[in-house]
C-alpha cells in the first residue's frame, strides 16, 4: 500500500469559528436599562417558585417525615381491628387490649417512681456514685434485718412482722398521713 501524505489538521479555533451561525437579522429584545423594583421582585419570585417546582428530589427531612407518618399510619392494634367486627361477633369476655398499650402503661407506672440523671458531661460518673450508694444503702439495711428484727422472730408470722416493722421505719412518710394516723388510732 502506498504511503499517504500527512495532511494538516484543523485547529479547534478554526473549526468553531467555521460552525457558528452566522448573525441573523432579528433584532435583539432590548432591555431597559431601569427595571423597576416591582419587576425585579416579580423577576426574583418567579425564579424562586420554578426552582422550587423543579426540585423533584424531596429532602431527606420529608423523607423522614413522610416514611415517620406512614408507619405511624399503619399500625393498628386489636381494639381498632375488633371495632371493625359487626358487634354481634364479639364474644364480651375477651379483653382486646394490645400488647403496646400494657407496654406504655408499664413504661408510665415504672417512670412515676424513679428520678433521672440529666444527660450532661460527667452523667455516667454521676449514675456510677448513685449506684454505689445505693448499694451500701441496701447492704446496711440487709444487715439490720438480718442481725436485729428477723434474728429475734420465729416463725412465718413473725418474719412478716418484723419486715413490715422495718419498712415503716425507714420508709418516708408525708406529714398528713403521720398526723392521719395518730388520730386514727
Known amino acids: 500500500m502506498a504511503p499517504i501524505k500527512p495532511t494538516k489538521r484543523v485547529s479547534l479555533r478554526d473549526k468553531a469559528s467555521t460552525s457558528r451561525p452566522l448573525p441573523s437579522a432579528r433584532p435583539t429584545p ?10 425585579r421582585q416579580t423577576i426574583k419570585h418567579s425564579l424562586f417558585i420554578n426552582k422550587i417546582e423543579k426540585s423533584s428530589a424531596p429532602s431527606a427531612r420529608s423523607r423522614r417525615r413522610k416514611a415517620k407518618a406512614v408507619r405511624n399510619s399503619l399500625i393498628t392494634g386489636l381494639e381498632s381491628l375488633a371495632h371493625a367486627l359487626p358487634s354481634g361477633t364479639l364474644d364480651e369476655s375477651i379483653n382486646f387490649t394490645s400488647a403496646s398499650s400494657k407496654a406504655t402503661r408499664r413504661d408510665e407506672e415504672e417512670r412515676i417512681g424513679r428520678k433521672s440523671i440529666k444527660s450532661r458531661p460527667g452523667a455516667m460518673k454521676r449514675k456510677e456514685g448513685v449506684v454505689k450508694s445505693e448499694c451500701e444503702r441496701f ?11 428477723i434474728a429475734g422472730a420465729t416463725g412465718g408470722v413473725g418474719t412478716w ?14 406529714e398528713e398521713f403521720i398526723k392521719a394516723d395518730r388520730d386514727g388510732s
Open 139 to 149: 447492704g446496711k439495711n440487709l444487715a439490720i434485718m438480718q442481725t436485729g428484727a
Open 161 to 174: 412482722a418484723a419486715l413490715r416493722g422495718f419498712i415503716e421505719g425507714t420508709m418516708e412518710k408525708k
Open 30 to 39: 432590548i432591555i431597559p436599562l431601569q427595571v423597576k423594583k416591582k419587576t
